[in-house]
Structures are given as C-alpha cells and as structure tokens.
C-alpha cells in the first residue's frame, strides 16, 4: 500500500540536510529502483528562491509499504532522520487516484 510522509524540519536545518544529502538521495534512489517510491521532494521555505541559500520547511515522500510501522522504521534509517533534520513526521495510508498509471 501507498504511504504519504509528511515531514516538518528542524529551525535551521540547511546545515544538517546538506552535510547528509548525498546519503540521503543515494538510499532514496535505491527505492526508486525497487519501484517503491512514488513522488518524494523537499519544501521550500520560500517559494521562487534557491532553498540551498533560504534553507528547507520539510518534505513530502510517497512510497511503497507493507505497513505504516514499515514506512516509519524506513523512514528512521534515513541519513536525514539519524542526523536530527526531522523535527516531526505524519505517516498516512494514500490512495493514488490521478494520474492513472
């Protein structure tokens, strides 16, 4: 089943994601190989601005479970979590209605 990840960062956490960041999006690129993720990005915390300069508010990751315990235990060998980037997470069962696949 599909699961959504709501992130909300830490105050300040520019510092933190970059230094694990290619960590990061290796292990995330791995689950795009498997198939499993869906749709996965950062937000911005301002709109039309590089966020590598004005920093990060969280993210948003949609992928492929067996559970939420699953996607949570995932989601806590993130480089991102294990470097305290993540003030705050949600896990919700999705349902993908469009587009169609």
Not at 13 to 40: I, Q
Request: no cysteine; proline share 7%.
């Amino acid at each position: 089943m599909l699961y959504a990840i709501w992130i909300e960062d830490v105050a300040d956490s520019l510092p933190r994601r970059l230094k694990v960041r290619e960590a990061h999006l290796s292990r995330l690129r791995g689950f795009v190989t498997e198939g499993k993720v869906k749709m996965a990005g950062p937000f911005p915390k301002v709109a039309g601005e590089d966020p590598t300069k004005t920093g990060f508010a969280g993210g948003l990751i949609v992928a492929d479970f067996e559970s939420a315990e699953a996607a949570e235990q995932w989601l806590k060998e993130d480089p991102y979590y294990a470097e305290g980037v993540f003030k705050s997470y949600q896990i919700q069962p999705y349902i993908k209605v469009l587009p169609a696949d």
